[in-house]
């Protein structure tokens, strides 16, 4: 299965948090899943490093990549076609480029929740 991570998802995985859910924990340690972080995902961890509200090794960024790389998780970008898709779609999520990520790239979104 094709998954996309949800921000809380993937820093709770990374960092082995208790709030990471069993059937979570199933999905990201299982090695038939292909696991995804979005460039957007990845912006949001370092603003939150940036203004003091996450606490990661430095640099943040460094970290993040190299989390990535252990734990298998491809970086998803962000292209033109996925914005030109929200026109089309009248119910998206509240997260509207991870919506539209997840419909064109065909990935499961992994939210905190859910």
Known sequence: MRILLDTPVFL???????RLSH?????YRDPASE???SVAACWEILIMVGVKKLDLPSPA?????HQMEMN????????AAHFE????IKDYLSDR???VKMLLEHLALLLPFA
């Open 12 to 18: 709770w995985a990374i960092t082995e948090d208790s």
């Open 23 to 27: 059937r979570h924990q199933t999905y």
């Open 35 to 37: 696991l995804y972080l």
């Open 61 to 65: 960024s460094r970290f993040l990549m």
């Open 72 to 79: 298998r998780i491809a970086l998803l970008g962000v292209r």
């Open 85 to 88: 898709e929200l026109l089309k």
């Open 97 to 99: 480029s991870a919506s």
